[in-house]
C-alpha cells in the first residue's frame, strides 16, 4: 500500500529546509489518545487547549502534547504530569522541566519572555529548574493527522525506550508527515526524518557532546526555512559540527529566493542563496491528500565573506 513517506522517499525529496519553526518548544504531558488537533481533542480541558494556543500565538513558542511510548488506552487520569520548555537559540540554548498537578497552571506563564528566551516565568510559577538529564527525544506518532506517523513513528519510539534510551517522548506533531518517522532534539531543536533507531542514538549522542549530526537533519527549528537550508549548507561547507557555532543573522529577500547570512562564533561569514522550487512530480504531502508539489529550499551558492564584508547586528 502506498503512502505519502513512500512517495517521498523514492522521490529522493530533501530533508533540508523542512523542520517547524519555533524558537521555543513548551511540552506537556498528556497520556491517551490525541485527535489531529490534540490541544483541544485530547483528555486535556479543550478549554484549556484553546486558551493556550491563544496564549503562544505571536509569541515563538510552540505548545506540544507528549506522552510516553508504548500502549494509550482511552482511561485514567494523571495525577501529576511532566512539562518541559526549551529554548533553541544559539547562544541562550536551555531545557527546563517541571512537574505539575494542575496543566491551567502553564496560562499563568509568559509566553512572550519565553519566546525570547526568557525562563524565569517557567521557573517561577511551576518551579521549573535546569533540566539535568539526557536530552529529549521527540518521535511523532500522531496517526489522527497522518497514519505514517503512527504506523513508522510509534515503533521507533517504543524501539528506543525498549533499548534504554532515555529522554524518548512521543509527540503529537512535528510537521512533514511524508518524512516519517520524525523527530525532535532538544534544547538544540534539531529536527530528523526518515529516522532510524541507531541514527537517533548518534544524534542524541552528538548533543551530549555539543555537536549536530547533519545527517537526515531537516534543520534547526530556531530559524524560518531559509535559514534552516543555509545553516546547513554551511556545515556542510565548513565541515563545522558543533552545535552553537553558526547563527543565522540576516535574511534578505522573499520567496521565492533569498540571500541568508550565517555567522560563526569565531567571526567568519556566508552569505547563502537559497531558492524556493516546487517538488516533482507531484505527490502527497500526506496520505489521502491529492496530489501537489510542496515547497522545497535548494541551496544555490555558498560563498564565505570576508570579516569585514558585513556589519553583524548585535
Known amino acids: 500500500?502506498?503512502?505519502c513517506t513512500t512517495a517521498s522517499r523514492d522521490l529522493d525529496e530533501p530533508l533540508a529546509g523542512t523542520a517547524a519553526t519555533a524558537r521555543t518548544?513548551?511540552?506537556?504531558?498528556?497520556?491517551?489518545?490525541?485527535?489531529?488537533?490534540a490541544l483541544t481533542e485530547s483528555h486535556l480541558d479543550p478549554v484549556l487547549g484553546r486558551a493556550l494556543e491563544a496564549a503562544a500565538e505571536g509569541t515563538g513558542v510552540r505548545i506540544a502534547l507528549i506522552r510516553r511510548p508504548g500502549r494509550h488506552a482511552d482511561c485514567g487520569t494523571l495525577a501529576e504530569r511532566h512539562v518541559y520548555v526549551a529554548h533553541t537559540t544559539p547562544g541562550n540554548v536551555w531545557l527546563h522541566s517541571a512537574m505539575t498537578s494542575d496543566p491551567e497552571q502553564v496560562l499563568n506563564l509568559d509566553f512572550a519572555?519565553?519566546?525570547?528566551?526568557?525562563?524565569?516565568?517557567?521557573d517561577t510559577v511551576?518551579?521549573?529548574v535546569p533540566h539535568t538529564g539526557d536530552p529529549l527525544a521527540l518521535v511523532?506518532?500522531?496517526g489522527k493527522r497522518d497514519r505514517c506517523c503512527a504506523l513508522l513513528g510509534r515503533p521507533l519510539a517504543a524501539e528506543l525506550a525498549t533499548s534504554g534510551v532515555e529522554g524518548v517522548w512521543e509527540v503529537t506533531h512535528l510537521g512533514g508527515h511524508r518524512f516519517s518517522p520524525t523527530l525532535l532534539v532538544l534544547p538544540y531543536g534539531?529536527?530528523?526524518?526518515?529516522?532510524?533507531?541507531?541514527?537517533?542514538?548518534?544524534?542524541?549522542?552528538?548533543?551530549?557532546?555539543?555537536?549536530?549530526?547533519?545527517e537526515g537533519c531537516r534543520g534547526r527549528s530556531a530559524w524560518e526555512r531559509p535559514g534552516q537550508a543555509a545553516e546547513l549548507a554551511v556545515r556542510q561547507a565548513a565541515g563545522e559540527h558543533a552545535a552553537d557555532a553558526l547563527t543565522v543573522v540576516r535574511t534578505d529577500g522573499t520567496a521565492p529566493r533569498w540571500e541568508v547570512t550565517v555567522a560563526h562564533a569565531d567571526g567568519r561569514l556566508w552569505r547563502v542563496g537559497v531558492a524556493q522550487g516546487a517538488s516533482l512530480p507531484p505527490r502527497p504531502e500526506s496520505c489521502g491528500s491529492v496530489l501537489g508539489s510542496p515547497a522545497r529550499m535548494d541551496v544555490v551558492a555558498v560563498r564565505e565573506l570576508a570579516r569585514t564584508a558585513l556589519a553583524v547586528p548585535c
Not at 113 to 122: I, Q
Open 1 to 3: 500500500m502506498s503512502t
Open 25 to 37: 518548544w513548551l511540552l506537556i504531558e498528556q497520556p491517551g489518545p490525541w485527535g489531529a488537533k
Open 113 to 122: 519572555a519565553l519566546g525570547m528566551g526568557d525562563p524565569h516565568s517557567f
Open 126 to 128: 511551576l518551579h521549573g
Open 140 to 142: 511523532c506518532t500522531n
Open 190 to 214: 534539531y529536527a530528523y526524518g526518515r529516522a532510524e533507531a541507531h541514527a537517533v542514538k548518534e544524534a542524541l549522542q552528538g548533543v551530549r557532546e555539543g555537536r549536530v549530526v547533519t
